[in-house]
């Protein structure tokens, strides 16, 4: 133990105290047989000093620090302003735990009813819980509670556009329950309506859209909302956290649940985890929700105040019938993305969102000039774009990172074979923080590695 | 002394044209026109959030933060969650670069040093549980159970077997059931086990051929050691059945015996509660499982795996993957901060934590069972289940009015109402980081709110902002997002 | 009408009978052991429930219970007063916070539900 609490003779204290000689008779409770004889075999205990020197030794370089970072794919490389950090770092929000006593918790409670707000006006969604466990998840939450709302198991469309990641998630998740996944194959990188009215019936529990997609490009979200309602099933849209700065937020689009990756709105990559499930919904649905829901009402003496709310739907009571199985929130990201949202405010979640948009065309259209370097889609998108080369996607990616430079994924990754010419393709996704100079050093580098 | 300015929500804080400036200009040319997006996608409105000046927002969140009980600054003996000191040096050392920065998708041979490290947790995680099988992936305890159980079903579709039915006591975390049911289980809830632990003639009558998984906590929700364990798995395993350790309660175990040893063939541990974490206001956690050699070849991608040879680390597929159950490769984040734990305390250090542990709740229980019941004996593991039921039926106090007042004396109130076996049962873990001092303060509280007029309990909290909401009306008519009042 | 001319379900609820039109409800003792409703969410007119099916939840703070169907029947009107008024279940059980109307399959299930004294003698055993 690195902390000394107790002397020798506190510690005899409270040997005397229970009337035992030693601490071991307090494991006589374990069988003898099943008591390890021997010690843990790990590495010897580090000082806080020797594990810093060791640790900077192995993580002190790298990351996204050393390479420009056009990667994407479900999350980015964006800005996170010095002020997310220094106040989710202070104790009294980073050590306490879930509000279950709300006279202890009301900070934690208000800035958690503040995020589910701020996740409403950022969505125009009805509600917004306390957040799930990352967007893949969040998925596959929402295609259970539009069960749930619809009692349709038999089957779910999904598009053939969502982030391959998401769809494997969703496989794993229904892959016992006997529910049919549907894949709506795309048309030049997005969802033809008509392919969805052609998939859709009256067992349909809901669809699954991504916009803007898998591929940055954009969906005709409304037309497939639009298709789903007639046909009585749920519009599930997964949608870039960023994107209502400048696009149409879920509700113009007429969906039953958004859910996102919260990770562009103040949270660090930290190699894919922990992140941010934002999960919203129309009003009607509130009592199918999974996970934490925080409310407003007013105290013993009539004070407004907040706590937890509707956890009868939840696990520690409904146990086998509850709404999911998730106990935590992402409770410590939940509060980056309040601080965060609250900070940039509207004006700058837009210029943040138009920033993405303007650089993410600028470096399209200077990728676009290099010969035999074109569009995969020529499709309108927001911050992300598919680039196809003549030359083998892994080759080109290695090459660039090489320079300096990470790009991608690319789709043999996730062996998406059902493109044409998919070896030679790769993602290309902008944030804010990408300059001109790196945008063109980027199209320099790709012109010699080809 | 309260600032009732700054801790107005946000949206009463909001002015239009405040704000900060936080991104520059943009350096690249404007885009006037965009094809297919103007008419059909682009936003017809600003956005409703808040505009507020960065010292505002500041000033906000730290009082709020004032209004919050928490590790670093109130003892929190809340029973099963385990509310330990989060060590400020793993901060630090989870900050640097490759931790923090590293995108999903980067190359592997980049991010060597994190790979290594995961390798290394994979390993430990084995040694300590005594299952080698380990998957880091899932993103929190009740994803562990649910991603096991999901592994446990390919193990037996594999082996053609048919078994539909999940077993567990009363006593069970309520995510137990709530996985199983997720994952495509039948479940069947034990009644028995009046004494605490599993009643093995029910459970006799319940296993058969269509049993897949019985699901037990040990240290049990009680804070008892399941002292018939090898025996439950023996019968489990008699009838081809698997033994699940939901792993909550190892805080109590660690370097003194592992769920391998007795009989378990798969548990999740919650980083937070057995290494460390931020907890963070309810998370987020990180959910590694760990299972028996015949069934790894089933747990999800990706693992960690190392080319000796090449002196190489990368990520692999198991051969019978179940798949992802979650985006991208775990809660790295939170991960790293239990290695950063195991490597402070190494092998020695892990078994003095559950000693300490161990001892401060045993000294804990010798304080206070003289005048608040204990009813399931006198000796606990890590942490023990007193009962108000007797003071409820002499003055009409109840377990959460104890808890409340004691608040008022600057201690985080126990778990309330869990398990479900023990009338007003108040669930108290003190956990190795406490001193002596901080439990006799915390029992001398307990004994006095005891002895208190019941109106003076049941009245409290007293000195908090704000004193016991009406949760009856909230849920009647929920309020879930603040919305401008009409003009 | 009083709990001496209903008959009751094991999962406590209570149906009163005129030809073939069943009333439904939820019993004194089902309410007290919920404490505060919070939420009642109700099936659609005309849909068809077999004995033992859940025709809706029934919410507290504390428990979600299922509201199952005691017969055989087809909905037929819905009380739509009760939604909004749910303190009615505790001020009125037997009366104002009728839930559904049922149009009976099987009138004859009728005779297989406890009667008040037995329903009464259930409960006491089910809380022992």
Redesign the interface.
């Known amino acids: ?3 000394l ?2 002397t020798p003779e ?2 005899r ?3 005397d ?3 035992i000689q030693h ?1 071991d008779e ?2 006589a ?3 003898p ?4 004889k021997r ?8 000082s ?1 000093l020797a ?2 020197q060791e ?13 420009t ?1 056009f ?5 980015y ?1 964006h ?1 996170i ?1 010095a ?1 997310v950090d ?2 989710t ?20 409670l ?5 995020y ?3 996740i ?3 969505t125009g969604m ?3 819980n ?2 799930l ?5 969040a998925v596959s939450e929402a295609v ?1 509670m539009a069960m749930r709302i619809n009692g349709r198991h038999q089957k779910v469309i999904f598009a053939g556009t969502l ?1 391959p ?2 769809r ?2 969703l ?3 229904f ?3 006997g529910t049919r996944l549907v894949e709506l194959p795309h048309t030049n990188g997005v969802i033809d309506p008509k392919t969805c009215r052609a998939a859709i019936d009256a067992e349909t529990t809901a669809i699954v859209i991504q916009h803007p997609n898998f591929f940055g490009c ?1 969906e ?1 979200v409304a037309a497939l909302t639009a298709i789903a309602h007639e046909a009585g099933a749920l519009s599930i849209l997964a949608f870039d956290a960023v994107s ?6 879920p509700a ?1 689009y007429g969906v039953d649940i958004a859910v996102a ?1 919260g990770q562009p709105l103040g949270t ?8 941010l499930g934002i999960f919203t919904c129309r009003n009607e649905y ?2 199918k929700m999974p996970g ?10 009539g ?1 407004d ?3 937890l ?14 709404t ?10 939940a ?1 980056r993305t ?2 965060f ?12 969102a ?2 993405c ?3 993410a ?2 470096a399209a259209d200077l990728l676009t000039r290099i010969a035999g370097v074109s569009l995969k889609f020529r ?2 998108f927001f911050r992300e774009f598919l680039l196809q080369t003549p030359r083998p996607a892994a080759e080109v ?2 090459a660039l ?1 090489d320079e300096g430079i ?1 790009v ?2 690319d789709l043999a ?1 996730f062996q998406m074979t059902n493109i044409d010419g998919w070896q030679n393709c790769f993602l290309v996704a902008l944030t ?1 923080k990408r ?2 100079a790196e ?1 063109e050093n980027l199209a320099k580098a790709l012109k010699e590695v080809l | 002394m309260r600032n009732q300015t700054a ?1 107005q ?3 009463e804080m ?1 002015k239009a044209g ?6 520059p200009k ?6 006037t026109s ?4 103007d008419n ?5 409105e ?7 000046a ?1 010292p505002d ?2 000033r ?3 009082n ?11 003892f ?1 003996p ?1 029973g099963s ?1 385990t ?1 330990k ?3 400020k ?1 793993h ?3 989870a900050r ?12 592997e041979d ?2 060597q ?2 790979l ?2 995961l390798f290394e947790m994979q390993g ?1 995680l084995a ?2 549980s005594g299952l080698p099988g380990i998957s880091l992936h899932p ?5 562990g ?2 991603t096991a159980l ?1 592994t446990a ?1 390919a193990y037996f579709k594999d082996r053609s077997e048919k078994r539909t039915r999940v077993l567990f006591p009363t006593s069970a ?12 289980f039948e ?1 069947v809830q034990l009644a028995g086990g009046r004494n605490g632990f599993v009643d093995l003639d029910e459970l006799k009558t319940q296993l058969d051929d269509r049993t897949a998984v019985f699901m037990v906590t040990n240290p049990n929700t009680l804070g ?2 399941e ?1 018939d ?2 025996k439950v798995a023996e019968m489990l395993h008699g009838v081809g059945g698997l033994v699940y350790i939901d792993g909550a309660n190892m805080n109590a ?6 769920p391998g ?2 009989g378990g063939d798969m548990m999740h541990y919650n980083v937070h509660k057995t290494f460390t974490g ?9 959910g590694p499982i760990a299972v028996r050699d015949f069934l790894a070849p089933f747990l ?1 991608a990706p693992v960690v795996t190392y080319d000796a040879a090449k002196n190489e680390y990368s990520l692999s597929t198991p051969a019978k993957s ?13 991960l790293l901060r239990g290695y ?1 734990y ?12 559950s ?2 542990a ?3 709740a ?2 804990l ?3 206070v069972k003289d005048f608040l019941e204990v009813p399931h004996g006198d ?1 606990c ?1 890590h942490e023990f289940v007193a009962s108000a039921r007797k003071i409820k039926e002499q003055s009409g106090v109840t377990t959460m009015d104890i ?2 007042r004691l ?1 008022d004396y600057g201690f ?2 126990p ?2 109402y ?1 398990p479900l076996v023990v009338e007003e049962a108040m669930m108290i873990e003190p956990t ?5 001092q901080t439990l006799d303060a915390f029992a001398t509280a307990l004994r006095t709110i005891c002895s208190e007029p019941a109106d003076l309990v049941k009245g409290a ?1 007293h000195s ?8 009856v ?3 009647r008519k ?5 919305s401008a009042p009409e003009c | 009408m009083k709990p001496d001319d209903l008959r009751f379900a094991k999962t406590h609820e209570w149906v009163a009978v005129d030809g073939d039109i069943a009333t439904i409800g939820i019993s004194e003792f089902a309410v007290k052991l919920l404490t505060d409703i ?2 009642l ?1 109700l099936p659609a007119v005309g849909k068809k429930f077999s004995p033992g099916e859940s025709m809706g ?1 029934i ?6 219970s299922d509201v199952y169907a005691p017969i055989r029947g087809e909905v037929i009107a819905i009380n739509e007063d009760l939604p909004d008024n749910l303190t009615l279940l505790n001020d009125s059980p037997y009366e104002r916070a009728w839930i559904l109307k049922f149009r009976m399959a099987d009138p004859s299930q009728f005779n297989n539900l406890f009667s008040y004294a037995e329903y009464q003698k259930y409960c006491e055993s089910a809380t022992h």
């Open positions: 133990m690195p902390y609490f107790d506190q510690r204290h409270m040997l105290a229970i009337r601490v307090l494991f409770q374990i069988p047989e099943m008591q390890l010690e843990l075999n790990l590495p010897p205990a580090a806080e594990l810093q640790m900077e030794q192995r993580l002190g370089q790298g990351g996204t620090l050393l390479k970072c990667l994407g794919g479900g999350v490389d800005f302003p002020v220094e106040i770092s202070r104790g009294e929000f980073y050590t306490a735990y879930t509000p279950y006593q709300a006279e202890a918790s009301q900070g934690t208000q800035a958690f009813y503040e589910q707000t701020l409403s006006q950022l009805d509600v917004s306390a957040s466990y990352e967007g893949g998840t259970f982030h990641e998401y494997q998630v496989q794993t998740y892959a016992r329950l954009l005709d209502p700065g400048l696009l149409k937020k113009d990756e660090p990559l930290q190699y894919g985890g922990p992140l509130i009592r934490r829901l925080i409310g407003k009402t007013t105290d013993r003496k004070r105040c907040f706590a709310n509707l956890q009868a739907r939840e696990q520690h009571i409904r146990r086998d019938k509850a999911s199985n998730i106990c935590t929130n992402q409770g410590l990201l509060l309040t601080v949202l609250a900070t940039v405010g509207s004006r700058g979640l837009k210029q943040m138009t920033l948009h303007q650089k065309r600028y499709q309108p990616l290695g990172a990470n991608g994924p990754r804010e300059t001109r945008i | 801790t929500l946000l949206f909001s405040r704000g900060t400036i936080v991104f943009s350096d690249v040319p404007a885009v965009i094809p297919g997006i059909v996608h682009l936003a017809t600003p956005l409703p959030l808040p505009e507020i960065e927002v500041v906000h969140f730290v709020l933060s004032t209004l919050n009980m928490s590790v670093d600054s109130h929190y809340l969650c509310m000191y989060n060590p040096r901060e630090r050392l640097l670069p490759q931790a923090a920065t590293s995108h999903p998708y980067q190359p980049q991010i040093g994190l290594s490290i430990m040694e300590i993103a929190a305890g009740a994803q159970e649910f999901l079903a975390h309520g995510t137990n059931p709530a996985s199983a049911a997720l994952a495509g479940c008892l050691f002292r364990i090898a175990i660690l370097g003194k015996t592992r040893d007795f931020p907890h963070g206001a309810g998370g987020p956690g990180a999800p179940i798949g992802q159950v979650r985006t991208f490769f775990g809660n790295v984040g939170i950063f195991i490597r402070t305390l190494g092998g020695k250090g892990l078994r003095e934590a000693e300490n161990v001892l401060n045993n000294y229980l010798s304080q000796r593991m808890a409340k608040l985080h109130a778990t309330v869990f190795e980081t406490e001193s002596l909290p908090t902002a704000i004193c016991r909401p009406d949760e009306n909230a849920a929920p309020v879930l997002c603040w | 919070v939420y969410s939840e919410e507290s703070v504390k428990a979600v």
